[in-house]
């Protein structure tokens, strides 16, 4: 039996892809840090491999005799009080990954990035895969630069040291099992919980998070090595997608947009105050910032090279709606 070795198998988006992997018939081994939750893989046949992302020796261990390896663990956070933590996760975290799975000699390693790492439209047309940042300050807020640089790095191993490894760049997935949740998950916990009274003109990339994790198994068996996939769904408004909120869920949606002037100013004296008080903001202001683009993608390389086949979004946000409420993020309110 072949095996497959994991990170962040005891995230979101991880918990999707541990799944698709044991009903592709593989051993799947895991890596969780000691005391984390893994609520996410219970009752699932994982070996779970106790360490974290800088822990070598752990990875190194866990990922012996596998044939693949996924890394998808990353620190996903849009404020953090410590921004040295994410850098050592999304990036360090990256490099001891793909280095052990390598070493290990595993056939394919494919790397989970973000579009987060692939520079955003100027206008409101979908980018792809060939869109760069020209550098590093320009890219705004910790968990984009350190995406980034992850990504950069990611190709550089296997272009230079050709090592096997594939690059990902999720969207913004949507589903189950999304404990945390994860910034596009809570936008949908604060809808169903009425915390969303308007909208901010901006866009986004919805899919759901069970066809991101079959672009991880398509990439390691069909991607090309160096190279980077967008996994994407429906390009939508701010607004159209909490249009479909309300029609999924029964409930009504925000009626008044808000000027990105206001909210740039309420983000800047609500993150002030996190930092002052040691909490955390409910609009970070680099939140804010990055809805000032469209986050649009275009994921025609995945569909032509790896067969990747997106549902529509409706699809996701209603099972993202379902699992909330099912899960106790949120009360059933109104008949669907």
């Known amino acids: 039996m072949d095996s497959a070795f994991l990170t962040g198998g005891t995230g979101f988006v991880g918990a999707s892809l541990a799944r698709l992997l044991l009903r592709q018939g593989l051993k799947v081994k895991a890596l969780a840090r000691t005391g984390s939750d893994r609520q996410n893989l219970k009752g699932l046949d994982v070996e779970i491999v106790e360490g974290g992302l800088t822990d070598k020796s752990a990875i190194e261990n866990g990922v012996k005799g596998c044939r693949y390896a996924f890394h998808v663990a990353a620190d996903y956070r849009i404020w953090i009080p410590n921004p040295d933590d994410m850098y050592r996760a999304n990036v360090e975290g990256t490099e001891n990954v793909l280095r052990a799975a390598a070493k290990a000699g595993a056939e394919r390693i494919v790397h989970c990035s973000s579009v987060a790492a692939v520079k955003v439209p100027d206008d409101k047309l979908p980018v792809d895969e060939t869109s760069e940042y020209p550098s590093l300050e320009v890219i705004v807020g910790h968990y984009k630069k350190s995406k980034f640089l992850a990504d950069v790095l990611a190709r550089?191993?296997?272009?230079?040291?050709?090592?096997?490894?594939?690059?990902?760049?999720?969207?913004?997935?949507?589903?189950?099992?999304?404990?945390?949740?994860?910034?596009?998950?809570?936008?949908?916990?604060?809808?169903?919980?009425?915390?969303?009274?308007?909208?901010?003109?901006?866009?986004?990339?919805?899919?759901?998070?069970?066809?991101?994790?079959?672009?991880?198994?398509?990439?390691?068996?069909?991607?090309?090595?160096?190279?980077?996939?967008?996994?994407?769904?429906?390009?939508?408004?701010?607004?159209?997608?909490?249009?479909?909120?309300?029609?999924?869920?029964g409930l009504p949606g925000p009626k008044f947009k808000t000027p990105y002037a206001i909210a740039y100013a309420f983000g800047a004296v609500d993150t002030a105050i996190a930092v002052i008080r040691g909490t955390v903001p409910m609009a970070p202001l680099d939140a804010i910032k990055m809805a000032k683009h469209y986050m649009w993608f275009s994921s025609e390389k995945a569909k032509k090279e790896l067969g990747f086949s997106p549902r529509p979004a409706r699809g996701a946000l209603k099972d993202a709606v379902d699992w909330y409420r099912a899960n106790g993020y949120a009360k059933v309110t109104a008949a669907v």
């Open 156 to 249: 550089k191993l296997a272009k230079d040291e050709g090592l096997p490894i594939v690059i990902v760049n999720p969207a913004a997935p949507i589903g189950p099992y999304d404990i945390k949740p994860t910034p596009t998950g809570k936008m949908v916990v604060d809808f169903l919980n009425g915390r969303i009274p308007s909208y901010i003109d901006t866009g986004l990339n919805i899919v759901h998070v069970e066809d991101v994790a079959m672009g991880h198994w398509l990439a390691a068996q069909k991607g090309r090595i160096g190279e980077r996939y967008i996994l994407g769904g429906e390009n939508l408004t701010l607004k159209q997608v909490l249009d479909l909120l309300a029609e999924v869920s």
